[in-house]
């Protein structure tokens, strides 16, 4: 059983369509991950959210828009998005990992999205 | 950029074997995580390593991260089909919240 809970599970969209993933946690941590998966490639990192602050932005285009509305939720907010945007969309969590702290990261079970 | 490789890229062994997955930096490792994932499912953390020369047993599965804090190693004994899955070595690129994985290895045990 996971503690970072991921809904939906899965999301099927239209180009034009305006839809949102949630992510929570509840194990105090304070920093939350997004990362985007394609089939046979590692997870990769899209933001990061430290202290309810977005600290890293991957260069991901506008399209997607993150939101820590409070220390346990992290949500993504989808619009315009294209075919190739269809993935698996894994939230994380962790405990604050700044300056070398090493601290692993607890993935959710993610979203499956594809764009029709 | 911290970039990881891992090999071998896949691996087919019999229930009862033994084996070792690798994975390499380029450059100095702060933390070294190793992760499992199920098809189409989130990451399960297995252990995390940080100064040289660490190993970390849990269960059949132990990990080691060599003395330059290059290379680790993952090595599964008297492996049993439950362990199939894509492993994943993840570390910190550079210091801060930016953390990357390398490629996997997808591991199947064939009963």
């Known amino acids: 059983d996971t503690e970072v809970t991921q809904t939906p599970k899965h999301l099927v969209m239209g180009m034009t369509n305006k839809k949102s993933l949630k992510c929570e946690q509840h194990m105090g941590h304070r920093a939350m991950y997004w990362y985007k998966q394609k089939a046979k490639k590692p997870p990769e990192l899209m933001f990061v959210?430290?202290?309810?602050?977005?600290?890293i932005n991957e260069s991901v285009p506008s399209r997607f828009s993150p939101e820590c509305p409070n220390s346990s939720l992290l949500n993504l907010h989808l619009h315009a998005l294209q075919p190739e945007d269809s993935a698996l969309y894994l939230c994380?969590?962790?405990?604050?990992?700044?300056?070398?702290?090493?601290?692993?990261?607890?993935f959710g079970n993610g979203t499956r999205l594809t764009v029709t | 950029s911290q970039e990881l490789e891992q090999s071998p890229q896949s691996l087919i062994v019999q229930e009862g074997k033994n084996l070792t997955i690798n994975c390499t930096s380029s450059k100095t490792l702060y933390g070294l995580y190793w992760y499992k994932q199920k098809y189409g499912e989130g990451l399960i953390f297995l252990m995390m390593l940080q100064k040289g020369g660490e190993e970390k047993s849990h269960e059949k599965i132990t990990a080691k991260l060599d003395e330059k804090k290059q290379q680790s190693s993952l090595h599964i004994t008297a492996s049993q089909p439950s362990h199939a899955g894509i492993y994943l070595c993840?570390?910190?690129?550079?210091?801060?919240?930016?953390?990357?994985f390398g490629p996997g290895t997808r591991l199947s045990v064939l009963p």
């Open positions: 994380a969590s962790s405990q604050d990992r700044g300056q070398g702290r090493g601290s692993p990261l607890h």
């Open positions: 959210y430290s202290y309810e602050k977005l600290s």
């Open positions: 993840g570390a910190d690129k550079n210091y801060g919240q930016n953390f990357v």
